[in-house]
């Protein structure tokens, strides 16, 4: 029967949902497992990256079901912020970039038209969510708990969360300089990209500006990252290419560019734009530096860029190569110093003055490093590199020297704060702040930095909740490893972190300020929890009106009686404690998955919000990272247009492909690129995998051999370590031993001569089972054609027998093909057609050796392993003994615990080898004979037997 993907996934995602299978309620004494991945912000049509997350938490919870726990897996939206509002501006306005793809996706006109409205975008993009992406990919969510962060009932939820925050002294306010969109308002820069769509690394830069006096009263003003570096003023930069403007700035008129002013009349409180200030015009005078009196000369270059800082740049020759290199072409470049009327006295005035004492360079490290790198141009790539390491090293080792007056002997980096604090004191500098790289809002404007006066803030540098914080990171399950490591680092580092903004934002209301809204970060910390509350809601049992802060404290945090809230809140006391006995018995949370941008963000204030706020017994266990599915070249956003739509790639592929893929594909743990033919192999595999279960099925004959038990024994090998990857939620291992291990294992019984219908479809039942977390749909056919009770999806996967039996069982059949193999090797390299092969077993004191190594618990005592054989060995093996004892040793050193395992297993390897015989023999057409090393009648006349090793016997080919 031909398998067609779409009619299967069609057929069973039905069948789930009449038979509500998907829907969790508590069942006391039942282990639960409660996991959800990092809801998705809505900002348009997903794309297939986002699928390798939810499809993995999918695969985890199924199996988690299949092993006796009661799963909750509930999903949600995140549409807080601008997303939505950015979305429905760009189809008001007609934007191709966003009315086509919805064109494309079946929009009529008239839902065109509602989707000029920001709430109607949530919910259309809801429904694409759910039924076009987590329904169609046959997640086994809890869809009556579906909830969205702009939802009512939720903005109540997220009002409780900022007065507990606030009741526990985790908010504070104070001035702020915060990224802005012109249009939104204050955004998050971070690598989740939630409200903005370009610059999602970039950094808030604290510059030092420096005040230079011109003759005419005004000044030219520089920004720099290193004021301390004033001492080694030698002349000033001017872009001739620039019309600068006269800024009033207080009582001051500042030279600065114009996007610069643009950027400090978000900063500060008084400055008007004047005239325009020819930058060629200032070329060529002098100005006065700030704190040391110096009067230096204004060179032009064409390297101030009017977008970074103030368009002008004060020149340290001595540590910065840039300057250095400058001045070198300045000096050659007589065409510009005959515009500007430089003249070589007054480069000469431009010399380089040492100011740091660096290790590991003279007094002129710029120069140095220029000359060693070999850097003579500023168009040069290595510029770059040199200025970061002489930036890097005189930073943090480097001393001020004699030049820097009072300051001499300092340390840089104490310098730095010390000089520009007096600069500061003496009027002759200001603060500036400004973003490392051009960032842009959702919405297409640009983000400046802007001064907040009173900005709320969630106190994350708090001590109390810093270490509580790192030390439950200590016991959670954190994956991967390293990420368990580095948190206790994030959560240090973590300070505090704005929580509200102000402007046009979807949101809650900050209820201690309502002009403000609750930011998209601050809103989805504790939201698991309220996927327990929200079935209250969507079922009409409770309401947003009555969700006030008596009713958070209640069900959540057990305060106040069961009577007062109900009358206050007019909920009936049934449902309080049903949602109270809910929330016990789901929390904590078992496992939130989520991309590797959040960690930095989200999960370390996820679990700080919970040890704030909650009681210990509710704070998370455990974080999943996955990293992304990515374009070729790089990742993908859903937000500037995506991949590969779903239900296209659904379509095409079918899901159980595209699961499979997901699921197998790479390590969850690094980036992998979407490739078409890679996802057209998974489904071509799943389709030879339906050939070979419909080839079993077919298999009519009812023959009972030894193959049966080896394939029990293997079928529970196959279910122990499928339990140990999925323990360790490596669904990757736990896709490869199903889906590419398992085929083998039915091929190998039918090649050895294995012939029992009811042990196939035994087996064959089994590893539906196991197919059932990643492919349920195809798992779910085959289940029916075997004649399962409905579902295999709610089936019961046994646990592993790790008996003796069933290990011997195993080894008796590894014998057999790993000598096949060795023979096979043999047969190709001497090119000989065989007519006859011999087969000699290891002698027993070489098997006991082996055992004896393998069974010590520290390092192997090679001393008491040649003692022992001396004993037991006839004496033309005593030779080899010394020899052999080391390269067991050797080999037990090298051995993982599963190789020790099962290496320790007892084999009768001679018995073994003779109920193979007529196998061996038909498969490589010869006689076969077999000895034991330990036969006094073995066939041996060239002494080979020395050859044999426990587990690999000597094969001699005639």
């Not at 505090?496 to 949101?507: D, F, P, T």
């Amino acid at each position: 029967m031909a398998l067609d993907f779409s009619s299967i996934e069609a057929k069973w995602q039905n069948a789930w949902d009449r038979a509500r299978v998907n829907e969790a309620e508590p069942v006391p004494d039942k282990p639960k497992f409660f996991m959800i991945f990092a809801y998705p912000g809505v900002t348009g049509y997903m794309h297939v990256g986002h699928m390798r997350g939810y499809t993995v938490s999918d695969a985890i919870v199924r199996y988690k079901r299949m092993t006796g726990h009661n799963v909750l897996f509930p999903v949600g939206t995140h549409a807080t912020g601008n997303g939505a509002i950015s979305f429905a501006r760009r189809v008001e306005r007609g934007d191709p970039s966003a009315v086509e793809v919805l064109r494309a996706n079946g929009c009529s006109d008239e839902t065109l038209s509602k989707l000029t409205d920001p709430l109607e975008v949530v919910r259309f993009f809801n429904q694409v969510y759910l039924n076009d992406y987590w329904k169609r990919f046959g997640f086994m969510s809890d869809w009556s708990r579906f909830t969205s962060t702009i939802n009512p009932d939720y903005s109540r939820f997220i009002e409780w969360q900022m007065l507990k925050l606030s009741a526990a002294g985790l908010l504070i306010q104070k001035p702020y300089y915060a990224p802005a969109c012109v249009e939104h308002g204050p955004v998050a820069i971070d690598a989740s990209e939630t409200d903005i769509s370009k610059g999602g690394s970039a950094e808030v830069l604290e510059y030092t500006l420096l005040k230079f006096d011109l003759p005419d009263g005004r000044k030219l003003v520089a920004a720099t990252l290193r004021p301390e570096t004033v001492f080694g003023l030698t002349n000033f930069w001017v872009n001739p290419s620039v019309e600068y403007v006269n800024a009033k700035v207080g009582t001051e008129t500042w030279v600065v560019s114009l996007p610069a002013a643009d950027k400090l009349r978000l900063q500060m409180d008084s400055v008007e734009v004047g005239e325009g200030a020819e930058g060629a015009a200032l070329i060529g005078r002098s100005c006065v530096a700030p704190l040391t009196g110096k009067s230096i000369p204004i060179f032009p270059s064409e390297l101030c860029d009017p977008d970074v800082g103030t368009g002008l740049v004060m020149s340290v020759p001595s540590d910065a190569p840039v300057d250095w290199i400058g001045l070198v072409e300045l000096r050659k470049d007589e065409g510009a110093r005959k515009r500007f009327g430089i003249t070589d006295g007054m480069l000469d005035s431009a010399a380089p003055i040492a100011i740091i004492d660096t290790p590991g360079y003279g007094p002129l490290p710029a120069l140095e490093v220029s000359e060693r790198m070999g850097v003579t141009s500023l168009e040069d790539p290595k510029l770059e590199e040199a200025t970061k390491e002489v930036y890097k090293t005189g930073f943090h080792k480097g001393v001020m020297n004699d030049s820097c007056g009072e300051f001499a002997g300092w340390q840089v980096e104490r310098a730095k704060d010390a000089v520009r604090d007096r600069m500061l004191e003496q009027g002759t500098a200001s603060m500036f702040y400004d973003l490392s790289e051009e960032v842009l809002c959702r919405c297409g404007q640009k983000v400046l930095v802007k001064k907040i006066p009173d900005q709320w803030f969630i106190d994350y540098a708090n001590p109390s909740l810093k270490e509580r914080s790192k030390e439950h990171a200590l016991t959670m399950n954190i994956l991967p490893r390293e990420y368990h490591d580095n948190i206790q680092n994030v959560l240090e580092w973590y300070r505090e972190r704005a929580c509200v903004r102000l402007g046009n934002w979807l949101g809650t209301r900050f209820p201690l300020d309502t002009r403000w809204i609750v930011e998209a970060i601050a809103d989805s910390t504790l939201y698991p929890i309220y996927y327990i509350v929200s079935k209250y809601v969507n079922a009409g049992r409770i309401s947003a009106e009555g969700m006030n802060e008596a009713f958070f404290d209640h069900v959540l945090l057990g305060k106040g009686s069961c009577s007062d809230v109900a009358s206050e809140t007019g909920f009936d006391e049934a449902t309080l404690l049903s949602i109270q006995e809910e929330f016990d018995y789901w929390y904590p949370l078992d496992i939130n998955l989520g991309g590797k941008e959040h960690m930095t963000v989200h999960f370390p204030v996820f679990l700080m919000n919970h040890v704030g706020l909650l009681r210990p017994q509710h704070w998370p266990r455990g974080i999943i990272v996955n990293w992304y599915i990515t374009a070729i070249g790089g990742k993908i956003s859903k937000s500037k247009g995506g991949a590969q739509p779903i239900p296209d790639a659904a379509e095409r592929f079918g899901v159980d492909s595209m699961r499979l893929f997901y699921a197998h594909i790479a390590s969850l743990y690094v980036d992998v690129a979407w490739e078409d033919e890679k996802v057209e192999s998974y489904r071509d595999r799943l389709e030879r995998l339906w050939t070979l279960v419909s080839d079993l099925m077919a298999f009519d004959e009812e023959r009972p051999s030894d193959l049966d038990a080896w394939l029990r024994a293997r079928l529970q090998t196959r279910l122990g370590r499928v339990q140990g990857h999925m323990e360790q939620y490596d669904v990757r291992s736990y896709a490869n031993d199903v889906y590419f291990e398992m085929p083998q294992d039915f091929r190998w019984y039918l090649r050895r001569g294995g012939a029992s219908r009811s042990v196939l479809r035994e087996a064959l039942k089994v590893w539906t089972q196991l197919m059932t977390p990643v492919t349920p749909h195809l798992a779910e056919e085959i289940w029916e054609r075997l004649d399962g009770p409905p579902f295999v999806s709610t089936s019961l996967i046994q646990r592993a027998d790790e008996t003796q039996e069933v290990a011997s069982e195993e080894a008796n059949e590894r014998l057999v093909s790993t000598l096949m193999d060795d023979i096979a090797e043999i047969l190709k390299v001497t090119e000989i057609r065989p007519s006859r092969i011999v087969l000699m077993t290891a002698p027993r004191w070489k098997r006991d050796m082996q055992s004896k190594a393998l069974s010590s618990a520290g390092e192997v005592d090679i001393g008491g392993l040649i003692k022992d054989a001396m004993a037991a060995a006839p004496a033309e093996a005593r030779k080899e003994i010394p020899a052999f004892a080391k390269a067991v040793a050797l080999e037990t050193r090298r051995a993982s615990e599963d190789e020790r395992s099962r290496s320790a297993v007892y084999v009768d390897e001679l018995a073994a080898l003779q109920r193979a015989k007529a196998f061996l023999e038909k498969e490589f057409g010869c006689e076969v004979l077999l000895f034991s090393a330990d036969d006094p009648a073995r066939v041996d006349p060239k002494g080979r037997a020395k050859q044999a090793r426990p587990m690999r016997p000597a094969v001699f080919v005639e």
